[in-house]
């Protein structure tokens, strides 16, 4: 918890600098970069976490990982490394993403379900949401068969569970008791 909240700091502190260069769209990108890293492989945050590895060796090879990042963003990397806090850099850059996306009024909607969508079902449940949320949507679509039918809509910290599967729980615990 302690993480995610120094996380989020450095993230917003960020942010407002890379607003301040007229650079967040640039900065963004090297964010996402570095998100991806760590969703790709789990080694990549062993090595940030490693105390083996030597600040300055840490350094090089991250400019070595991301020499495409902008100036403001190998600068910051170096500075969170040598604050030993590169352990967070990972959580930084999802953070950032996230307060980006919100700056901007995007909101990321994860529909889980049964079998995949028909585009007029999915356009039904969005506009549904539409009412209730202000700004964009960015949807996500997953396929889980373990719902057996219905779906399954993540917002921000809010989920409507409208599956099969749950339902059947609900009836299952009812009848038990």
Do not use: C, W
Request: aromatic share 6%; no cysteine; proline share 2%.
């Amino acid at each position: 918890m302690r993480s995610t909240k120094s996380a989020i700091r450095y993230a917003k502190a960020f942010l407002e600098l890379s607003s301040e260069s007229n650079s967040v769209d640039l900065v963004a990108v090297d964010m996402e970069r570095i998100v991806e890293a760590g969703l790709e492989t789990g080694e990549f945050q062993l090595f940030l976490n490693s105390p083996i590895v030597k600040t300055d060796k840490k350094i090089s090879i991250l400019k070595a990982l991301f020499p495409e990042f902008t100036e403001l963003t190998s600068s910051f990397v170096e500075l969170i490394t040598k604050n030993k806090r590169e352990y967070l850099l990972t959580e930084i850059a999802s953070a950032f993403v996230n307060l980006l996306k919100k700056q901007k009024g995007i909101v990321p909607v994860s529909v889980t379900s049964a079998v995949k969508l028909e585009k007029q079902t999915l356009v039904q449940i969005l506009d549904k949401l539409k009412t209730h949320v202000d700004g964009d949507f960015e949807v996500t679509e997953e396929v889980d068969p373990s719902l057996i039918g219905g779906f399954i809509v993540k917002m921000d910290d809010k989920q409507i569970d409208a599956s099969i599967a749950t339902q059947l729980n609900r009836m299952k615990i009812e009848l038990a008791n």
